[in-house]
């Protein structure tokens, strides 16, 4: 698959395209039925989809801006397994002063060759949000272009939607989540340096830095894989301030389960299977090391 990063006017696309423009936060089974349906009747054109990176709403109205449910990369793994052809990065600072005149002239006709755009009929778009699908029609025809508009989501509307997913997630539910997403939430960082208290316990943790933009679930402990070279491992994942050493700081951790070998700066993405507990407070180590045994065992039970 091509990405395109950058100015769109530094773009240069060889062969035209059928394309659809969105954040796609998730893609989930709703994004992934557009874009499904957009490969399928690409026919000739090349299926492209436009995406932003930072989200809009993190420069327009930060107060507003979700919580980030993929980093752009994953949503790009994700579009390349669905098919897409194309990817556009636009990062919206670059582009947030374009009239709606000018973003079809130079992001749509110059960046990506354009000859069909699939919108859905909430769509907005150039600056202050002056375009609309209707508009864009008409844009279509001026710069030839064909413009399909569509139910984005149809029947999943109001069931499936990345606030949906957030609201589910923040709840600690990782299994809701994975049937909207049709995959696994995944979170990923680096492995940076703690207290080594689970290695003092026993049970040696992977410690992740995660971007602050994203979405990390509900505390508590979780089953999950843990992804190393390509390769996953049954992990218990522990989300939370870790109340029984009287710690403040929320951290995202993983356990892996048998592995072996020195992650410290390397970069861990770790998928969340099922919640297994509530985070708690234990009287003591001894009965900390308990539970996290039986959380071990746990994770066994369910993953393996």
């Not at 769109?8 to 696309?13: G, I, Q, R």
Request: hydrophobic letters at 45%; one cysteine or more; charged letters at 25%.
């Amino acid at each position: 698959m091509i990405v395109l990063r950058g100015h769109p006017y530094e773009w240069e696309v060889a062969t035209p395209t059928a394309a659809t423009v969105g954040v796609f936060d998730g893609v989930h089974v709703g994004h992934r039925r557009v874009l499904g349906d957009l490969v399928s009747d690409a026919g000739d054109l090349v299926p492209a989809v436009i995406t932003f990176d930072p989200h809009p709403l993190s420069i327009l109205a930060p107060e507003r801006a979700p919580l980030m449910l993929t980093d752009v990369d994953q949503r790009i793994e994700q579009f390349q397994a669905l098919g897409i052809g194309l990817a556009g990065v636009l990062n919206f600072p670059d582009i947030r002063d374009l009239s709606a005149k000018e973003f079809s002239e130079r992001v749509l006709c110059d960046g990506l060759q354009v000859k069909r755009v699939v919108v859905g009929a909430d769509f907005r778009f150039g600056r202050g949000r002056e375009g609309d699908a209707r508009f864009l029609g008409g844009e279509g025809k001026r710069l030839g272009f064909d413009v399909d508009v569509v139910d984005m989501f149809g029947a999943l509307d109001g069931i499936v939607s990345s606030t949906r997913i957030r609201e589910v997630l923040l709840a600690g539910d990782v299994e809701a989540a994975a049937e909207m997403l049709a995959r696994p939430y995944q979170l990923n960082g680096l492995v940076v340096e703690g207290e080594r208290r689970g290695r003092d316990l026993g049970f040696p943790t992977a410690n992740l830095e995660i971007e602050s933009k994203r979405l990390i679930p509900a505390n508590g402990v979780y089953a999950g894989w843990a992804l190393v070279d390509g390769e996953r491992h049954p992990s218990a994942i522990n989300i939370g301030v870790r109340p029984t050493f009287s710690e403040t700081e929320r951290r995202v951790e993983a356990h892996l389960l048998d592995f072996e070998g020195d992650l410290y700066g390397q970069k861990l993405a770790v998928d969340f299977v099922a919640r297994l507990r509530s985070e708690q407070k234990f009287d003591g180590i001894a009965a900390l090391r308990n539970q996290i045994a039986q959380d071990a065992h746990a994770v066994r039970a369910r993953l393996t």
